[in-house]
């Protein structure tokens, strides 16, 4: 695939020239930043009180859930070696062992997002901001492709658009989740 | 040194208390706010703030670790609900903490007080410390929140009132009827007090039973009810009391209200269209967050008077320097 090696090489190419993009990208490619930064989001939004927004918090949730489930399930039929396993790489990252394809982070970050921006536009879009530069620190330091990205991408969105439009099926789960937080009085 | 796993833990916690300080703020959560004076939001941004950023700047400027395998999704999402569960249960219990006031009672003034008891009940029995008898009387009834009637049982006292406490202990019906009559009996026998000029004053559910009280009880000349609840709706669960009182304050006043049970069977808004031909005031916070004002309006407005407080919610109305001056003047006047 010379257009997502191409895409790779442009974007990985910028690192190590400013110590300063650098710095920020190693801020966002690592586990915690982002996935950390968008749960305490969805607190947040939970203690607003309004239910569309604790509706976009536990929709988030599932969507997560889901979204990993099929990363999963990828992983057990295809195997794709990380960037700096067959090229020379700025890798700004630890060497991740497990597949390149799909993007686990690009998954949970638009899985969030698109929960989120259903229900919630305005809050939706700056976890949109956060999930993409995810996304892009994740090639920009070295351990992946731009089409695991695109893929996990894809894979976080139809999860939580899946959560979204399965309402009958899941509301039972979701408008009892609210109502015990309300008795709790926490809802 | 810390691990990676008990260091993240520490900064989930502590960023967690910093968004809940946030939002308490921001939606005026008494409740989850460790600021005592929640009028202005800055203080609880402020230090929401710099929770948040104080903890992600420590984890991300020292956590080495985090450039290494660290925990996997499942370790990692458990790490963060167990520490969000923490911080959740940390923060109720140091607002409600925070926000305990301890009575106002015979700080710097000099009220006669003592326990007494009456059939069906107990209270708290006030003076007044410079008149003699005989002595117009006022009898209490709280709210099941618990306190906030100190400030309006002194200045009453210091006013020239007897004041009697009547203490809400049993949450029964019909027998929580009788609290306020039997109070009422217990004044009018006794020495000193003018059998002639006994008034009432309720608070929250206080206020309900003062409504219920008045209508069929001709010895209550004048009665008052402080923010009463009027109907079930206002007994709705949710984080909505969190605004009016701490977390365990809620959890004991609607475990009181029996979910707003208590209120069907009170049927106060029916009492309310009776009142009469006693005086009868109603005062409701402009901000009070369980009551809707324009139903409060509808059942009450012809009741007698109405007042509203601005500023003021639900509990904090009964605490207003402004509402207990607001309450002696119209004893006195009415009495």
């Given amino acids: 695939m010379p257009l997502d090696l191409g895409l790779f090489r442009l974007i990985n190419g910028l690192a190590g020239r400013m110590g300063f993009l650098d710095a920020v990208m190693r801020l966002f490619v690592n586990e915690y930043f982002v996935p950390t930064t968008m749960s305490l989001i969805l607190i947040a939004l939970w203690f607003t009180g309004r239910e569309r927004n604790q509706r976009a918090a536990l929709q988030a949730a599932i969507s997560l859930g889901l979204a990993n489930l099929i990363v999963k399930l990828c992983n057990l039929v295809y195997f794709r070696p990380r960037p700096f396993a067959f090229h020379e790489v700025n890798l700004l990252f630890y060497r991740p062992s497990d597949s390149s394809m799909p993007s686990n982070p690009a998954a949970v970050g638009f899985s969030f997002a698109t929960a989120v921006w259903l229900h919630n536009r305005r809050v939706g879009a700056v976890m949109y901001v956060l999930a993409a530069l995810f996304a892009f620190a994740r090639i920009y330091c070295g351990v992946h492709y731009p089409s695991d990205v695109a893929v996990g991408t894809l894979i976080g969105i139809l999860s939580a658009y899946f959560v979204f439009k399965s309402g009958g099926f899941l509301e039972p789960l979701i408008a009892l989740a609210i109502r015990i937080g309300r008795r709790l009085h926490l809802a | 040194m810390l691990n990676i796993e008990a260091s993240y833990f520490i900064f989930a916690f502590v960023a967690v208390v910093g968004v809940l300080q946030v939002m308490a703020a921001r939606h005026k959560l008494r409740g989850l706010s460790f600021i005592r004076d929640m009028r202005k939001p800055l203080p609880g941004y402020l230090l929401g703030a710099v929770l948040i950023v104080g903890t992600f700047g420590w984890f991300f400027s020292t956590q080495k670790g985090i450039f290494i395998p660290g925990p996997a999704g499942a370790q990692f999402l458990f790490l963060f609900s167990t520490a969000s569960l ?141 923010a009463p609840l009027i109907e079930e709706e206002s007994a709705r669960p949710g984080l909505r009391l969190l605004r009016e009182m701490s977390y365990l304050q809620a959890v004991r006043w609607f475990r009181f209200l029996d979910g707003g049970g208590l209120l069907a069977r009170l049927k106060s808004k029916q009492h309310a269209e009776k009142i009469g031909p006693q005086p009868f005031l109603a005062v409701y916070g402009e901000e009070d967050g369980l009551v809707s004002l324009a139903r409060a309006r509808q059942a009450l407005g012809a009741a007698g008077e109405l007042k509203f407080v601005g500023g003021e919610g639900h509990t904090s109305l009964f605490t207003s320097p402004t509402v207990a001056s607001m309450v002696v003047q119209w004893f006195k006047e009415k009495l």
């Fill in chain 2, 86 to 226: 923490c911080a959740l249960v940390a923060t109720l219990l140091l607002s409600t903490l925070i926000h305990h006031s301890p009575p106002l009672r015979g700080r710097g003034r000099s009220l006669r007080c003592q326990r007494v008891s009456f059939e069906g009940g107990q209270g708290e029995l006030y003076t007044p410390p410079h008149r003699s008898p005989p002595w117009p009387a006022v009898c209490i009834v709280p709210s099941p929140v618990g306190g906030g009637w100190e400030r309006i049982a002194a200045d009453l006292a210091e006013s020239g009132f007897v004041v009697l406490v009547a203490e809400l202990s049993v949450s029964r019906y019909p027998e929580i009827l009788t609290l306020l009559p039997e109070a009422v009996s217990y004044l009018s026998a006794r020495d000193g007090v003018d059998h002639e000029r006994i008034g009432a004053i309720g608070l929250d559910l206080g206020g309900d039973l003062t409504i219920c009280a008045v209508t069929s009880d001709k010895r209550i000349k004048a009665a008052i009810a402080l």
